[in-house]
């Protein structure tokens, strides 16, 4: 059960997140009850116009669950609530790496942390070897 409360989504504890049922503008960095983080995907209409959604990815987190990343996360991070998809891709960008080392994002926002970590490791390297957190 969620409801709409100055502008935010809230959501009562005894509600799950899924994926599926969330706005668009809160897709990106949440974590759904089953653990999974959502994404935004893209899909074409039958008129061919491109709209969004917000699917369960198979990317699961371990030790965290039922978790909206905060507005104050998604700026000292310097990621974007509008990303489609998982991608390592901001990696390779020095303006990126600066803010998600930076020790407002690395030290109070584990879940942003927690994603580029395992992206990197997915790839074979971590935020140190590709110089992003030294």
């Known amino acids: 059960m969620s409801f709409l409360k100055n502008g935010w989504f809230c ?3 005894a509600a799950e997140i899924v994926c599926e049922e969330l706005p668009n503008d809160i897709c ?5 009850s089953s653990g999974k983080r959502c994404l935004l995907e893209t899909y074409a209409t039958k008129n061919n116009a491109v709209e969004y ?3 369960t990815s198979e990317v699961v987190v371990e030790k965290m669950a039922d ?3 905060t507005d104050a996360c998604v700026k ?6 509008n990303s489609v998809g998982i991608s390592s891709d901001a990696l390779l960008e020095p303006q ?8 407002a994002c690395y030290q109070n926002c584990p879940n942003i942390v927690d994603l580029y970590f395992n992206l990197a490791a997915g790839e074979g390297n971590t935020l140190i070897t590709i110089n992003a957190c030294i």
């Open 76 to 81: 000292a991070c310097g990621v974007d609530r």
């Open 67 to 69: 978790y909206i990343e």
């Open 11 to 13: 959501f009562e504890l």
């Open 96 to 103: 990126f790496t600066a803010k998600l080392c930076s020790p």
């Open 28 to 32: 990106a960095f949440t974590i759904s």
């Open 53 to 55: 959604q917000c699917r």
